[in-house]
């Protein structure tokens, strides 16, 4: 058992746990991903199948993710060049692009959980099934209420100056 300070809101144990977690289990799930997939890629390819969208812009998934457009962009450029996505001109703007998922990129998705399938028994023998269901609800009310906080409106100052 790991101390903690005293002092330490129990909301901030809270996220530094996921934090610790994400760490260990992102580096557990990374050694497991099939050669050539990062673990950016996969989550590209896990957010087209797990929303069900059939196109997406580069800011688009750049917001989802929260990275820069550069970041995206070089992703996905790496992602089109292994054939598992496509990139085309929008042509309601010419300036912009579209990407959608390739028969490859789910094929690709479902093999990297395929290849991750055999780490499931380290969370099992740690949480049975019906505590992970009683997690998993919260869990996703927090992810939701993030999700929704993440582009608050900005604080504006009043104007004080005199018109």
């Known amino acids: ?77 790496r992602m089109a060049r292994d054939g598992l996505v496509t990139i085309r001109d929008d042509p309601a703007d010419g300036r912009a692009k579209l990407v959608s998922l390739t028969d490859k990129g789910r094929s690709a998705r479902e093999s990297a959980l395929g290849a991750v399938t055999p780490l499931l028994p380290l969370l099992e023998a740690v949480i049975d099934p019906q505590e992970l269901a009683l997690v998993l609800p919260v869990l996703r009310r927090v992810r939701i209420a993030l999700d929704a906080a993440r582009d608050p409106v900005p604080n504006h100052a009043p104007d004080t100056s005199n018109p």
């Open 1 to 77: 058992m790991t101390a903690t300070p005293p002092n330490d809101p129990l909301t901030f144990e809270f996220f530094n746990e996921i934090g610790i977690i994400d760490q260990l289990s992102g580096t557990i799930f990374e050694r497991a991903l099939p050669a050539r997939m990062t673990r950016a890629q996969f989550t590209v390819l896990n957010h087209f199948v797990r929303l069900g969208h059939h196109e997406r812009s580069p800011a688009q998934l750049a917001n989802a993710f929260q990275v820069t457009r550069p970041t995206i962009t070089s992703t996905l450029a």
